[in-house]
């Protein structure tokens, strides 16, 4: 056995290296054959050409000259006498072409260096009556004539509504309701073109004597022949007996946002995206498919970029040509432990046959935050109150004179020295931001390219952060002969994030603790900091940093650097009309590194008023403060390297015996990966503005490094069997090995089966009901694992990627009266340690409704996921840490809804699509029960809140008197329920309330397109969901931050006792800061929305105006991102919203205005 290991080892080590070698080849011989291909298109050349009535042979004859190009066409099978007419000035061939031979039904095509000419086939059903050629009829002048007719679908039925237009002018008809037309016809041969949503368009050429018309148009099936991207392949769409979502990719790149997972917000079932900052270039965004189905470790969905482990953070959208989501274990069985959570795999755009086609798409973009703390910016009211606070909670701190106080409400007075400053107002700001993309796409039989690059230049709303990105895409593909194809597709990305030494929500913290009596810099114009405004003592113990010290003296530069280097190659053994069998290899590097620089310089900060405006007969000089900066001074650089090298390989066989679709997959995966890091710290300025370590002083010298790495090996595969496209059967498998688990369990199966039953194939549905284009119900059942392990964390403490090992750290020992340096084992090891398991059971039904005009989807769905990794309990006496095992075990269980409806009204289309999904999670299984503010419970949803209930303020002796509450409440505060009747509040009256998980979470929208004009509207909301906030921006007077002013409205038992608002309190005083208050419903806000996420208004530059000029599609367009929200979340985004501070980085309200270019 161990003979054979090393043998299969060594025989993936020589694949892989031999394909490493041959991805350089193909590069090279891929940019080598590029070259000789491009320009060889001849109907590109540009022609000059005037004739007036002059036979189609001597017009064929001079454009030969004038383009220097050969004919070959039969001449006695084309109408060579006919008179024709052109005037092209510097237009390219093919254009020229049209003119001369479209309208007398001649086709062209180029065939090596040759044009060649041959009469047109017929593209009607109906049968027309045949034309004689006349030369005479084409230079005759007759008046217009009246064409009739009807529009039937090829089942006999009457169209209404089918747009009926002649090509290259603006005359046109609809349909009646039975699907009648009269449409008034130019003389000579017209084109007329039939349309109508659903149906495939005709282009009829009728002729000059034609009056009447009837056409039969087919149901267009292309919605039922989409292939759809899956693990390792593509599927029909209708054959998909798993539950698989596909992107509208062109309404995600409607959104003018610089992360592409941000854009999939609302745009699949199940997929819940919250993001988590609005941090240029460090958004986390984090993603959740059909709830959580684990603690402790990550829960995110597995994303693949075209096959290998990758990250849509940093891919433009307009590089992305597909995105699959894979929902069940039927759809991601086949990536075995990795695909508890679900897999998105993500297609990048390759080369087409054609000529070469110029993008080029650009938006200017103007950010503001979608919301912001609000809090009290005038002083008069932010002294009476702190004054008003501290009578109150009965404290040391000193009140404001209230000669200062009279100072500042003085209307007369220096605002300069006394100012009601809103450092909100300073702090926040509108950004701009611009993203521009270029790219080139085209190909022959032999060679196709495509290859793009884009900039994204954005600046934060919040000072002092910006990011810029660059990145580049290149896929190239050679077919060498009828059997082998290769490709590379090679990515870079290079990106550089700024911002402040505290940044993000602490940034935002430093801003709210700032009070309005001090502006950022001494009034006497030296350029010198402010500290608070009085010295400690006096005004409270204001403890925070000037946000402008942050900004100009201290920043962090994050530079990160991506390269993806992929080679694959394609070998087709067998192609026939009934048989198949392929080869198919990659072979993948992924490099990843950030460089990190973090400075930190200290500064002197002084009091904001001379001492004589705060005390009697002081002296008129500033007070230095506390200096900015002591605990951090210095530079510390960082150095983080990840390389991931995958390789897999699968073989592939189908058979299409009469009526039947067979086919099996096998394949081999590998992959290893390296993380490394290096970083030291050297605080000691000689001089200010040194970023370099090697410009600091030795002293208090720190470094660290390390190394991770971790291995996969698999084997998977595929079976499918179709009878008659309407019995369907699947099973995937994938045996999953892993070094992050001991090898007497790293080894695991992961099986699925699944089945679909196509009732629209059945004859009583086809010959009873023709009005359903497609129904399918289906079913699978599988088995999936989490094999991120390495992510749990006992405690504060990461186990790393080998949890299943022993767990050392280094200490010191007596020895011989001294201090010994040694190491010590810190928690007991579980070898046993296996991945999480997931059992996924999916029930689901597809239809398509008339000529697929309806559409939709339903998924039920229930996980079981057992093996959850937690601590183990053990006795304090132990002296260890307890070991991590597979104990816990949660289910999740819900349904989700897709419908949509497409139409079309004359030259209106119009589509509207909804989605509504429902999960539910419940703890089958525990190690013991934990209540806090949350509770994990067998049989309850996990982490539901466990709050006490606020019932109203305490208004009355009696009230206080009634119920023992901590922290000695007075009146004015917050009251409880006691749930038990026992006389006092104490943890027995807590009591689980609902909204730690949303009810539903839900997206709707619209598009019209009329003409060249096109709107669309995309909506997207939670409901039920619930966050606890708290401490700053709710408790006043938190480290001296400004109160909400709600406040301005407290409750005061002589001027307001009606109020609802708690009694004006500062931080510190137990019955509102108390734990029982804070663990209290009075917290506990509805955190639901809806919100216009994006709003989009386009107008298409007609091509008769743009070709002139050469451009093929040219569309400008105005959005709005964010634009309009619907919530009760008071002040803030509640999007954004989670458990804790106001202190958050919100999302950003962007408008744009840009255009898409095509050459």
């Known amino acids: 056995m161990k003979k054979s290991l090393t043998a299969k080892r060594l025989l993936c080590q020589l694949l892989m290296k031999s394909l490493q070698q041959i991805v350089l080849l193909i590069v090279a011989a891929q940019l080598a054959m590029a070259a000789p291909l491009a320009g060889q298109n001849l109907l590109d050349k540009r022609v000059t050409l005037s004739l007036n009535r002059t036979s189609l042979g001597t017009a064929l004859q001079q454009l030969e000259k004038t383009a220097e190009i050969k004919f070959s066409y039969n001449s006695r099978m084309l109408p060579l006498k006919f008179t024709v007419s052109v005037n092209a000035q510097n237009e390219p061939l093919a254009a020229v072409l049209d003119k001369l031979l479209l309208p007398n039904k001649i086709s062209y095509k180029q065939v090596s260096n040759r044009i060649v000419l041959r009469n047109q086939p017929e593209t009607i059903n109906a049968v027309e009556p045949a034309v004689e050629p006349n030369a005479e009829k084409f230079a005759t002048v007759v008046e217009d004539r009246s064409l009739v007719g009807k529009v039937s679908s090829d089942k006999g039925e009457g169209l209404p509504g089918v747009n009926i237009v002649i090509k290259g002018s603006q005359r046109g008809a609809v349909t009646n309701a039975d699907g009648s037309y009269s449409l008034l016809v130019p003389d000579g041969p017209q084109t007329v073109v039939f349309s109508s949503v659903g149906y495939i368009s005709q282009e009829i050429v009728v002729a000059p004597d034609r009056t009447a018309l009837d056409v039969s148009l087919k149901v267009d099936e292309k919605a039922l022949e989409e292939v759809v991207v899956v693990g390792y392949g593509t599927q029909k769409k209708v054959n998909l007996t798993g539950s698989v979502s596909t992107v509208n990719v062109d309404n995600m790149q409607s959104r003018q946002v610089s992360n592409s997972l941000a854009a999939l917000q609302g745009q699949v079932t199940g997929l819940r995206i919250s993001q988590g900052t609005g941090m240029p270039g460090r958004e986390s965004v984090s993603l959740q498919l059909r709830g959580a189905s684990s603690w402790g470790t990550n829960t995110s969905p597995l994303v693949l970029v075209d096959g290998v482990v990758g990250s849509l953070d940093v891919l433009p959208m307009s590089d992305i040509e597909s995105i699959s989501v894979l929902k069940d274990a039927a759809s991601a069985s086949i990536y075995g432990a990795r695909a508890a959570n679900g897999v998105i795999l993500v297609t990048t755009k390759q080369g087409k046959k054609g000529k070469p086609a110029l993008t080029y798409n650009m938006s200017l973009r103007t950010q503001s935050p979608t919301g912001v703390p609000n809090q009290i910016w005038n002083s008069g009211q932010y002294m009476e109150l702190f004054n008003r606070a501290v009578a109150r909670n009965a404290v040391s701190a000193v009140p404001f004179p209230q000669a200062l106080i009279d100072k500042y409400k003085n209307p007369n007075r220096d605002k300069n020295q006394f100012p009601d400053y809103n450092w909100a107002d300073a702090v926040w700001q509108s950004a701009p931001m611009q993203e521009h993309n270029v790219g080139v796409n085209g190909g022959s039989d032999a060679f196709k390219y495509n290859i793009s690059a884009g900039i994204i230049d954005q600046k934060g709303v919040l000072m002092g952060h910006k990011y810029k990105r660059f990145n580049g895409l290149a896929n190239l593909s050679t077919t060498i002969n009828k059997y082998i194809t290769v490709g590379t597709n090679v990515s870079y990305m290079k990106g550089n994030s700024v911002s402040p030494y505290y940044e993000n929500q602490n940034f935002v913290l430093m801003t709210m603790t700032q009070s309005p009596l001090v502006k950022p810099y001494l009034p006497d114009g030296s350029g010198r900091y402010t500290d608070k405004a009085v010295p400690t ?17 201290t920043y962090r530069d994050y530079e990160d650097w991506q390269a993806n280097v992929q080679g694959w190659l394609d070998v087709n053994f067998l192609q026939t009309e009934k048989m198949g069998l392929k080869w198919s290899s990659k072979y993948a590097s992924r490099f990843a590194e950030q460089f990190r620089n973090i400075y930190h310089y200290g500064a002197d900060a002084y009091y904001y008023l001379p001492e004589n405006e705060y005390t009697a007969g002081g002296a008129n000089v500033y007070q230095k403060g506390t200096p900015f900066g002591p605990e951090a001074l210095g530079v510390n650089q960082g150095n983080f390297r990840t390389l991931l090298n995958t390789f897999y390989s699968s073989l592939n066989w189908n058979w299409n015996p009469e009526r039947q679709d067979i086919s099996f997959m096998v394949g081999y995966s590998q992959e290893e990966q390296k993380y490394r890091w290096l970083g030291g710290t050297r605080n000691v300025f000689p001089v200010k503005n040194m970023y370099e370590l090697d410009g600091m002083g030795p002293l208090n010298q720190t470094t660290t490094g390390g190394l991770t790495e971790w291995a996969f090996q698999s084997i998977f595969g595929r079976a499918t069997y179709a009878l008659a496209s309407k019995y369907l059967l699947e099973a995937n498998f994938r045996y999953d090995g892993t070094s992050r688990i001991y090898k007497d369990s790293r080894w695991g199966f992961f099986p699925s089966a699944s089945a679909a039953w196509r009732i629209s194939e059945e004859a009583f549905v086809r010959d009873g009901a023709n009005w359903i284009d497609n129904l399918k119900i289906r079913a699978s059942y599988g088995l999936l694992g989490n094999a991120n392990i390495s992510e749990y964390k006992v405690g504060n403490t990461n186990l790393g990627e080998y949890p299943w090992q022993d767990t050392y750290v280094s200490t010191t020992y007596a020895f011989n009266e001294a201090l010994m340096q040694g190491v010590q084992q810190t928690a007991f090891r579980n070898r046993g340690l296996r991945w999480e398991k997931t059992t996924v059971a999916d029930i689901g039904l597809d239809f398509n409704l008339k000529s697929d005009r309806i559409y939709g989807t339903i998924d039920w769905y229930n996980k079981l996921t057992t093996g959850i990794l937690a601590g183990a309990i053990i006795p304090a ?17 819900g349904i989700e809804f897709e419908l949509g409806h497409k139409g079309k009204f004359g030259s209106v289309e119009y589509g509207l699509n909804g989605q509504l999904s429902i999960n539910r999670n419940k703890v089958v299984k525990f190690p013991a029960p934990a209540y806090s503010d949350r509770i994990i419970q067998e049989g309850l949803p996990y982490r539901d809140y466990y709050l006490y209930e606020y019932t109203g303020l305490f208004k009355s002796e009696e009230e206080l008197k ?10 004015g505060d917050i009251k409880f329920k006691d749930q ?17 998980y949303p009810g539903f979470i839900y997206s709707f929208g619209g598009n019209v397109r009329w003409n060249n004009f096109d709107l669309a509207l995309f909506f ?27 406040f301005l409205d407290a409750y005061d038992p002589v001027t307001n006792p009606d109020s609802e608002v708690p009694a004006i309190y500062g931080w510190g005083y137990a019955p509102m800061t108390g734990g029982t208050a804070q663990n209290s419903t009075y917290f506990l806000k509805d955190a639901s929305y809806l919100r216009l996420k994006n709003l989009q208004i386009g107008y298409t530059i007609p091509t008769s105006i743009t070709k002139k000029v050469g451009i093929s599609h040219l569309k400008v367009f105005l959005t709005g991102d964010n634009i309009l929200t619907f919530t009760k979340y008071p002040d803030l985004d509640p999007e954004r919203a989670g458990d804790g501070w106001h202190a958050q980085y919100p999302q950003l309200k962007v408008y744009s205005v840009g255009l898409n270019l095509r050459f």
Do not use: C
């Open 537 to 553: 003592g006096v005004g409270g113990t204001q403890n925070n940093r000037n946000p402008f010290w942050i900004a100009n003296e």
């Open 877 to 893: 006496s132990a002296g260890m840490s307890a070991p991590v095992i597979n104990y816990g075990t949660l289910r999740n269980y």
């Open 962 to 971: 009634a119920v023992v509450t901590p922290g000695n409440p007075q009146l």
């Open 980 to 996: 038990n009747n026992d006389g006092k509040i104490d943890g027995d009256d807590r009591i689980r309330v609902k909204g730690a």
């Open 1020 to 1046: 997207q909301g939670v409901q039920g969901q619930k966050v606890r906030t708290y401490f700053f921006g709710e408790d006043p007077f938190s480290q001296g931050s400004s109160p909400h002013p709600k």
